[in-house]
């Protein structure tokens, strides 16, 4: 069993930045690619979250959802099977849980989503406000 931990939540000021850490106890044939998606209060629900980048892990090619173009960057680390997720100029709006997922999947654009994540991590609060 494939075991995700996510780090690097917290409560920060608007404009502020925070770099979310996903470390995977092993990469396996599964691992093409991992993402980022966040939880807000009222959408409980796996099928709910909102896919905000991904990336292949083996190609490098990544995803962003326009909300977070130009603020976030993801970027990963195969020799220590860890995802980063660096963001800045962070917004209230951008209060959620983040979750670190696994999507085995060749490709990544239209793969962001849900309904295509195999592993979930446990998840990391983050909080902007003043």
């Known amino acids: 069993q494939v075991q995700l931990v996510e780090s690097g939540g917290g409560l920060v000021q608007p404009g502020g930045s925070l770099r979310l850490s996903c470390a995977a106890s092993e990469f396996t044939e599964d691992f093409f690619v991992m993402g980022w998606f966040r939880q807000v209060p009222g959408k409980e629900r796996e099928g709910e979250r909102e896919?905000?980048?991904?990336?292949?892990?083996?190609?490098?090619?990544?995803y962003y959802t326009d909300s977070v173009k130009g603020r976030f960057t993801i970027s990963r680390d195969n020799a220590n099977h860890t995802v980063f997720l660096q963001m800045n100029n962070l917004k209230p709006e951008d209060t959620a849980k983040y979750f670190c997922a696994v999507i085995p999947s060749g490709v990544v654009q239209g793969r962001c989503v849900p309904h295509w994540v195999g592993y979930w991590g446990q998840g990391t609060q983050v909080t902007v406000a003043s």
């Open positions: 896919g905000i980048s991904c990336i292949n892990v083996r190609d490098g090619a990544t």
